[in-house]
DNA sequence: TTGCTCCTCACGTCACGTGAGGTGGC
DNA sequence: TTGCTCCTCACGTCACGTGAGGTGGC
């Protein structure tokens, strides 16, 4: 009959918000009907109500909590106290959009490394190739261990400067020979910006003539391909340098998963000038 | 013994995820012990279990869910799919961002809003004075009806300009005399930029000087305000001009609560010239 | 009787955290 | 015996959504 009363239907409809958030907000104490029908059960709501779940959508709208709103209704004396609150508020936000801006950060680095590993795979030929490497900045740390040691020296790089990677991780091996146990090379990824950071060295690595050929499968395969590369450089009869690197274009860890056959890394030797 | 196997609290320290999280990814069928005592029910992890962490983590710092993250992990063989789970979630979380974006606009306007209230208090005299008005860019909406009625009026400007509003909401009163039942008047917001809208004008609303009263208390007691600055203007010997303004300082809904005893309300009578 | 609106439980969600209560080996 | 690490339930969180099963008046 009164205008200003309505059932939770249509106060559902009035105010945006569901019959059964209406229900919850009931039992919670937080927007009370102004009546209810004693022999139905039935909530009746009226305008002040109408007001205040305006309030109540505009501070959830804003992500407060329930209690939050609750205390915020509650006490209508405190300005200072609302001001506070409302500054918590923005700043809990403002530090969850950082947190956020990094993780859309992140994501766009994994899909540029995948990108960049799916165009590699579409772009190789697994011939042997002769190229030229452009000079580029590196940081990296060298070693004299087991070759498997390897992922350690690139998780320390990546520890020091992850964050201006711009390129595949790549090993520069230093013997002449093939070594298990007492291997000379060094971990390196390439770098966007001078860092310096501690317990990796940073500088710049010259480029030049090499040649390249494409493996892929797992790692204990590549002497199949150093035998071809090494034959083919002999075949042109060129004159390998040191050191040779070995480009990580698609390995464990890089990307999400590890299917070793589809690993691919290129093998890169430098022509003695 | 052997180094690659972990008991679940030195596979806790490892991984940086707590034997709670690992109980759980363990039920959940996520990240597999690689051995359980019999006996003990005690969980043992690997290298392999550690790498997978890893991966698992770093899933989750982007905010993929729990479901996600299997799947990602079980399908090895998808790359393309892969590639648009992480643009799809790339667009989720950049979606997530621009509405905290609002959030926080909103929330700075709310905070501007408090902070001028309370310094609009703070320099209330609560005394007659004479101020010079500047020319505003306003929207409004001009209605012949009951007084009572304004908020409709502030409910639709607000609602077609609402991103653009710059300032506290205001009255203007063309009825030289008292009129409950049909006055004629305009609910008026202050804008910042020419926004063109249904069912709203916009103009420009000259200045000029006028006889300003701040009115602190429920809107009932106007008329007391009222008698004040019109008895001040005739002792002055000033002809006051139409329309009165109401600007409405602090009031309900405006911030959100309502204690009708610190409203505040700042009448001004124009000085005709 | 059918349809409509309303009611009250009870359970599920998401990724764990928090106990409670107990075991086994040093 | 105390301390340590490990175990398995069971329940709580946050803001509701989703039924199930039932009522009352047109």
Redesign the pocket.
Known sequence: MNSSSF????F?KVTG?????????HEQGLLL?SH?DP?????YYDDAAAERARIIVAL?DME?????IQEILSQAEDDADLLNRLELQKVRIAQRMSREREIVRALEQVIAGERAAREAIAAASFRVEEKTLPEILIASVRMRAKYSDCGKGFARVAKAVGRYICGKPFCLYYDAEYKEEDADFETCFPIRKDARAEGVSVRALSGGPCYSLVHRGPYPQLGRSYQRILRAADERGAQVALPTREVYLKGPGMIFRGNPKKYLTEIQLPIAS
Chains 1, 2 share one sequence.
Not at 7 to 10: I, M, P, W
Not at 39 to 43: A, D, I
């Open positions: 059932s939770v239907g249509e559902s918000l569901s019959v059964k958030t209406l229900h919850f907000y009907p209810i022999s139905s059960g039935y909530r959830r407060f909590s329930l209690p939050d």
